[in-house]
């Protein structure tokens, strides 16, 4: 039986506050760009990923598509309102969270290595509090430690108590990609995916293997086979459908 979405699960009630104000943003600097469905599965991947989304139901890609392309019919009117924000990272136009803070002349030589400069591409972290990824603001600061390098990095959507120093080779990597449906059988026995785990109050990624997979034919609703993984963190072990995977990127 499919437990991943449940009939009583209370419908998508809107946007917060913050998610408007950045589309709003994000809809001054590019336009058109927008209505491009991996930056729409972007945006609404970091929307469920921050605290201020805890407690309400998920945000679809579809949703956001929506919201841009019911604003861009109205772009002059809307653009009256948007106050004068600074530019998004030439990287992709599209997130301003993407930007490393400007380095202390206190510190000079002390600067983030060029591979991790979330400006450049965008990164994923580890969260030695429950084992779950969370997309990266930035990197705050590097130590070596016991011959180990780590990084301090802030999460998007969590303010600074949330900080945390984590160890780059082990929990640091570039931001994983979702699935297509037309991309499942990529999808081996034995592989390394990260899993959303929709629940009632939060919506977070975890790491899990692939045990088991049921080929089934595709339907107008997409891919309808069903992967067995086992979650790294606890083990325990689950039937997903393909829309709850993305490809770990290594």
């Known amino acids: 039986m499919d437990r991943l979405r449940p009939r009583e ?7 917060t506050k913050a998610e408007i104000e950045k589309m709003e943003k994000l809809l001054k600097e590019s336009g058109e760009q927008l209505l491009n469905r991996e930056i729409c599965q972007r945006i609404a991947k970091s929307f469920n990923r921050s605290s201020g ?10 949703e956001v598509h929506s919201w841009f392309q019911n604003q861009q019919q109205n772009v002059p009117e809307a653009s009256k ?12 136009g599209t997130d301003e969270n993407l ?44 130590r070596f430690l016991s011959g180990e390098f780590e990084v301090c990095v802030r999460f998007i959507g969590f303010g600074a108590e949330e900080d945390e120093w984590v160890n780059v080779k082990k929990s640091v990597r570039q931001r994983s990609i979702p699935l297509e449906h037309s991309e499942c059988h990529k999808v081996k026995v034995g592989d390394l ?15 899990a293997h692939v045990l088991e997979i049921q080929r089934r034919l595709h339907d107008i609703r997409g891919c309808r086979c069903l992967f067995l993984l086992r979650y790294d963190h606890d083990d325990s072990e689950e039937r997903v459908r393909l829309r709850r995977l993305c490809r770990v990127l290594r």
């Not at 699960?9 to 946007?15: E, T």
């Not at 989304?53 to 890609?61: E, H, L, Q, S």
């Not at 959303?196 to 977070?204: L, N, T, V, Y």
């Open 193 to 207: 995916v990260l899993c959303f785990q929709e629940k009632r109050d939060q919506a977070i990624y975890y790491d």
């Open 9 to 15: 699960r209370p419908a998508f009630s809107g946007f």
């Open 53 to 62: 989304r805890a407690g309400k139901p998920i945000v679809k890609w579809n």
């Open 81 to 92: 309102n948007v106050p004068m924000l600074a530019k998004a990272s030439p990287s992709n």
């Open 99 to 142: 930007e490393m803070p400007k380095e202390d002349s206190s510190k000079a030589g002390e600067r983030i290595p060029d591979s991790l400069e979330a400006g450049k591409l965008e990164f994923e972290a580890r969260s030695s509090k429950d084992g779950a990824w969370y997309d990266v603001d930035v990197f705050l600061d590097h």
